[in-house]
């Protein structure tokens, strides 16, 4: 509904800087009683309860969270709808996972019902853990696409998904052809890219299940549109690294595969990117692409521990949002990534800081999308994708919360003791489209 005024009452936290540039409590910008006024679908103004109160429209609904954080909704870059059912799946390292679990789970996606439903599924979870925008996988079947953005479309929620591009090394009812998929791809993109809120991402699986040929054909789809995304993982396993070696021996490195044909620039977004080393991270840097940060599947699938601090140096700086990479990753809650993302920065040697955490799952990551005039932030103009955190959601929780005496704190106990049940209620484009019961 347009002309549609509805303001928001709490403490708002987001995000004036990059708080891996400048001091991160300086970048956290914090309103201890905040307001936050939205129209149609818009933030269209932010501040001090008091100050802002006289700008109120007469007549506006003031919906109150006296104990909440307002935040932007979360972004998560990187995460596979179609294997929602496989989560917490037992025992083996990628390759094996992929062949044991996943394969056979994405072959359910050829049935357009089974696709819808578990798609509705999805998109409901991300919405119950208060993540507004993700960068979706779907599966090699056009109908799996069709499927996700029409769930999407129907919230309203913006998105990012793609047909899985898969023409070797796989089975063969996953499979496509170099030919096929460009025109399945091409037909998608053409219907659903910068359709409402929905965009497309040009998605090879991975180089070991694309031949030389799909790869340069993806690179082809996407020289025609700049603003289309492109997605794919990147060095996340050692014997995978090994295999691309094998299969690409000409190339410098796995990331030389994909800038090769022409697939590392603004709106890449490369999952994982654990093996990697300092002329791949230069490229990033130079190209504009994105790292997907994925704890707790780097952690389940003991994949290793991700540079976040080397991919954030200040004198190269590499986009990097958070991914859950459901189904290898094990919960859908950024909050549960960052708490993750917190140890392995611990085993690193160093120190992730509530703001930066929070930053990474908010501004950041759309940021990393190059979303950042629309999505990210509370500030005029932006879209009004929120979420409402509640810091004292458990009795632990609700006891953990007194003794916090700073913003930083308060987030830092949200991140690492935070779930689903920290979202109070989710909002997208300034509709309630989730509440806690
Ligand atoms: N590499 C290629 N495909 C996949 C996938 O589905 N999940 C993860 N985590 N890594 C992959
Ligand atoms: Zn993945």
């Known amino acids: 509904r347009m002309h549609d005024t509805l303001a928001l009452r709490g403490r708002v936290v987001t995000f ?6 400048t001091d991160p409590v300086a970048a956290l910008h914090h309103e201890e009683d905040g307001l936050v006024i939205i129209r149609d679908g818009r933030i269209e103004r932010m501040g001090a309860y008091a100050d802002t109160l006289p700008h109120l429209p007469a007549g506006t609904q003031v919906v ?7 935040s932007a909704g979360f972004v ?33 996606f050829c049935d357009p019902a089974h696709a819808h439903d578990i798609a509705r599924r999805f998109l409901t979870e991300l919405l119950r853990c208060g993540t507004t925008t993700a960068a979706v996988f779907c599966t090699v079947h056009p109908q799996s696409v069709e499927a996700f953005f029409t769930e999407s479309e129907r919230l ?16 063969p009812d996953l499979r496509d052809t170099a030919q096929g998929g460009y025109d399945d791809s091409l037909a998608l993109m053409e219907h659903w890219h910068g359709r409402g809120r929905q965009m497309y991402a040009v998605t090879p699986r991975f ?15 996407l020289a025609r549109d700049d603003s289309v995304f492109m997605q794919t993982h990147l060095a996340e396993n050692v014997d995978e690294v090994a295999w691309v070696r094998q299969l690409f021996p000409a190339r410098r490195s796995y990331l030389d595969v994909y800038a090769h044909a022409g697939l590392v620039r ?8 654990i093996h990697v080393d300092e002329p791949d991270l230069a490229t990033c840097h130079d190209s504009g692409c994105a790292l997907a940060h994925c704890p707790t599947s780097n952690l389940f699938l003991g994949s290793g521990s991700f540079r976040l601090f080397d991919a954030m140096d200040p004198r190269r700086p590499v986009r990097v949002g958070l991914g859950t990479d459901i189904g290898a990753g094990t919960s859908l809650s950024q909050l549960q990534s960052l708490n993750e993302a917190y140890k392995i920065a611990q085993g690193t040697g160093h120190r992730l800081h509530p703001a930066q955490a929070f930053w990474l799952a908010t501004a950041g990551g759309a940021r990393a999308l190059h979303l950042d005039h629309r999505i990210g932030t509370i500030a005029p103009g932006m879209e009004a994708d929120l979420c409402i955190l509640d810091p004292a959601a458990t009795p632990l929780q609700a006891l953990r919360a007194q003794s916090c005496d700073s913003i930083s704190d308060l987030l830092f106990s949200l991140m690492m003791l935070g779930d689903d049940r920290s979202i109070r209620a989710t909002y997208v484009a300034g509709r309630k489209v989730h509440e806690r019961a």
């Open 16 to 21: 004036r800087d990059n708080p891996f540039v």
């Open 64 to 70: 109150h969270y006296p104990d909440c954080l307002i």
């Open 76 to 108: 998560d870059t990187h995460v596979h709808y179609p294997q929602l059912p496989m989560i917490a799946a037992y025992g083996e390292q990628l390759l094996e996972w992929l062949e044991r679990y996943t394969f056979p789970t994405e072959s359910r």
């Open 156 to 171: 309203n929620t913006l998105m990012i998904a793609g047909k899985v591009l898969m023409d070797r090394n796989a089975p």
């Open 207 to 221: 180089a070991p299940t694309s031949s030389e040929e799909q790869l340069e054909l993806a690179g082809a789809l």
């Open 266 to 273: 603004p709106r890449a977004i490369l999952g994982h990117a």
